[in-house]
């Protein structure tokens, strides 16, 4: 502690001392640009093809920054002209920067916000349709006629482009990212892996094993079933309705194909028998007690022991953490593992909860605005990021025989050493540079084997899968986590995700007042439906709130956005 | 001036008598006193200290095992990792330098600024007292929201420099309250007996009232001092974009926002299938917020000094 | 007492401190400070007020204050209309108003009997160690208070073994533990902070007073009630009253990181409210309008305790 003190001390009278040359910030500004443009000099001799433009990018979204020397950024530049500084979102809301951006009217070069109709109404957008016109091969691989014309705003022009959800020829995913009931592998194992269809027959497993099995090999008690409720992340509780019922994940409605109408889930009876069989479950005990006053952060230590047998979540709220802390610990050995359940509330219904499609938001994209240097070659540069396999491969995978191996096959996999490496952050900051959100494709590559993104490729999914888990996907006859949750492969409605929309109420519309107000009601409402000892008095009073919030109002906005599908 | 160094010769001299007194007074009911008071200390010492020391292990413990929980005084599974991490950002140094600078420029400016103010509506002649303590008052309570403030600042010409760390956070009326308060509380005949000399008002803030001050100057600079140390929201809003001017507490923030965004947002996780790493946003707080806390506890020290002297001009007891 | 009444008769003085040209040219320094402080004051503070404005508008950033339009008191309407907002109010007030209590009464006792510690070194060591919990951030610290409280947690366990309870209760469930819970997490993080201000006042105590006191027999609680209480009050009602303007600002981190669905009647604030209803719609207005009901009761808090101040001879704030 003392050596660390002293070392603090000196490391301090050394920036006291360096103090006289940054109190002149003009200096340090120069001479980093100096440094930029020697690097660039350096580019320019090797590769002979023009300049390299450092473009500056706001994200409106949490994310890590690259370093200014980063290496894979670096050799972007040195072939394809562009080094994008890329700024990520802190400590505010994606409005309140937004807001503050057209405040001060000085635009980055790109943006990428979750706002961008106000940048549209502030004229900090340059128009993409003629640059999308020049670049017809883009144009017709990157989107549909149609998904083309969802972008186009009422002034009659497209101001941006999603980067994301596209997929490139087969899909690999093998995940099912989206929600589900989540069973652990050793509870199917003890019960002989039997179909599981509703939610009658999920609880009964659950009962049945942890009658059979009250704790774990180490003496830890088994909690049957949680569900995490804090704050936004209350929505697994939420809309599990939808799915319940046969829906897809339209998000905050359901919507009737045949009849084309918006139906409210949350009055359904398939909602009710939700929270119903919830109630039971939580009065005989099988639900953790702590369910409703848990946080992420305690929910996913939880979860991380192994003790959890079952939850239902959404596969990235959970799954990325928790997998890394079973492998460390050993539990994926003991079949702590989830697995992907597609429940109904009737037997021998179909079930929607994975999307195969690509859901493609027209809310959010990467722009170009006002500010720009040279839009010519941004826009250029976007293209080359979709269109461009090397570039999208160097995003991605990294340096070959650096950061991948390929093997004689032409598959591109890496070594666990590598593997470590790209997951460690310090190398990710100082060598990898994804720009993730530049256009960019999941699905199979250009070169027909291998996946545009490593975490798809199949080999880099089996290597990483425990016994338990093989033998259950065996069990069921099933590769993967998709296979597994078994929903009907069926293309969603050009309005899909419904959830795009709502997202994007306003309090200047009733419809988006009653939304918010629904929302709070039901954060109080469903843990209590969830933990009351007299249902049907709760349901009731429940419903009487819910009514007060005039849920109508919402639903007649989104009924007026489905019709325009018509 | 010979007024003043009467005074404290005065103390001093008030303080070694008690100390000779010491003993002769010593209680019954003054031991009971001492027992339940040094119980109290230890008490609060040990509720405050667990929580820190706490911080402190799972600051040095592996990510992933830090998230089974029931670390306690001690890491589990020693790891500097989280360490590497906060010290390895890019920006680090620069964010270091920026901040010492707008810590000791702050502080300093501050400090007189709001000195200087607090004399003035101390005076008890000085004609606008009450309304410019009342128009600084208000200030406390009002305020026109992130917009507008921007927009001032840019039409400034503050956005993107330096200075919008320290000028327009140069006068807090809350800290200029603290110094009238103890101001205040100075007899009125040190000002009196200066000004019959001939004394003006000038004189008498640098030569009489401020050496009595230290303490309450002490004080506000900590104050001021943490405020500076801490800030990150202003380097955000205002330098977004200037990597030059950033500074410690923001960079610390980029890189907590950007671990919590491997569990974060929905569409940001969903859409970009995330790289999990052995840090977890628990330990890298943990880290960030030793970090931070380190260079105040070491600064702590030459602040205290004051107050002890003040303590033991006015505080030793029997 | 002596000390009261001079004060009162000097402040009697000063009212009769009238302008003329003689007392303007005597206080010429004064007041050219006051002039400079006062333009950097319109400046910063007041002119950011224009600000306002928005609450009346239908506020788009891109379209700016000039260009919004203006829709009256529509905003205003729907936050007194709205029966969640009256509760928000109240949950507000009544957090603000019982942080305010426990954490002034936690902070004083802490500085006085720290003050009663004779040796130095134990006194430096509780004190660097009781601000401490003050740089731990809010997400920090309400971990650590989620882990005590849970149901397997210490405060459960402890209950449990000495029988004051047969199950363990879960206590973020229960709507009316969450003020309590709030106020001792304020209580915790706070009170070695906030009493740095105190102890500062009590080193401007004259030794002679306790010299005094020792000779006339008096014990030490009897010295802390009759010496240290009194010589310390002016800071204290100072701080009371400053602090009473910010009872509206009872926070919005602890809450927003304690509160769930189950407890939110009573957990959510006007800032928890301004965010979910202004920030993340999008809608500046809302948050602008609640942002001026804030001020305004503010400074009617501040200007009624003032005005109680003056009818009662305590130390007033302007």
Redesign the interface.
Known sequence: MKK??LT??LA?AM??S??AG??D?AG??SS?VQEGESQGSVAEEQQSSGEVTDF?M?IT?????I??DNEIAQMIADKWGVKIKE???????A??A???L???GEY?DYIDSD?MG??V????LIPLDDYIDQYPEFKETWFTEAEWEKFRQPDGHIYWINP??NTMGESTATTH??EAFWIQVRVLEWAGYPEINTMDEYFKVLEDYVKANPTMEDGTENIPYTIL??DWR?FCLENAGEFLAGYPNDGSVIVNKETMTIEDYNVSEDTRKYFEKLNEAYNNGLID??F??Q????Y??KL??GRVLGMID?W??FA??VN??FK??GLDLKGCNYVPLGLTTEEGMENRWHTYDDTV?QA?GVAITVDCKDPDKAFKFLVDCAMDQELHDLRFWGVKDVDYSVDENGLYYRTEEQRME?????Y??SHLC?Y?YMPQWSGTSRDGKNAN?P??QTSEFQNGMAEPLVNCFNAYGADNYVDMIGSVVETNGPWFPMYSYSNN????TPG?VAW??MG?IK??????LV?SSNFDSTWDEYMAAYNACKPEDFIAEMQEILDTFK | MEKTANMTEVKTTGGTTKKKSKGIKTHYDSKIFTVINSLIMIIFVVVTLYPVLNTVAISFNDGIDAVRGGIYLWPRKFAIKNYETVLAMENLITGAKITVARTVLGTLSALVVNALLAFVVSRKKFIFKSQLSLFWIITMYVNGGMIPVFLLYRNMHLTGTFWVYVIPGMVSAWNMLVIRTYMQGLPDSLEESAQLDGAGYMTVFMKIISPLCKPVYATVALFVAVGQWNSWFDAMLYNRMKTEYTTLQYELMKLLSSVMQQSGSAAAASERGAAAAAITPLTIRAAATVVTILPIICLYPFLQRYFVTGLTIGGVKE | MAQEKKKTKSEKNIGKTKITLKEVKRQKSLLIISFFVTVYGLIFYYWPLTGWIMAFQNFKPAKGILGSKFIGLDKFKFLFEDAVFLRVIRNTFCMGALNLITTTITAIAFAVLLNEIRSVIAKKTVQTISYMPHFLSWIIVTGILHDALSSTGIINDLLMRIGAITAPINFFAHPKYFWPIVAFANCWKETGWNAIIYLAAITSINPDLYEAASIDGAGRLQKIFHITLPSIKPTIMILLMMNIGNVLNAGFEVQYLLGNGLVQKVSQTIDIYVLNWGISQNDFALGTAAGIFKSVVSIALIVICNQIAKHTGEERLF
Do not use: R
């Open positions: 660390k003190l603090l001390l301090s920036l006291a360096t103090l940054c109190g910030g340090a500004e980093s500056t706001f979204m949490p994310g890590s920054e370093n200014s700024t990520w979102l802190t400590g505010q809301t409005a309140e937004t807001g503050t057209i405040a001060s980055p706002e106000q940048l109404d502030a004229g900090a994301f959800g990212n989206d409720c804090e209350y007690t702590e409703a006053t946080t992420y952060d305690e996913i230590a991380s022991t959404q990235w709220d990325y953490t890394d802390v460390q610990q938001n959010s790209c997951a460690d952050t310090s990710q900051a994804q993730s993104k975490e798809e109420f306003t309090t200047d988006g918010a107000k709070e954060h109080e409402w469903l843990p209590k933990m």
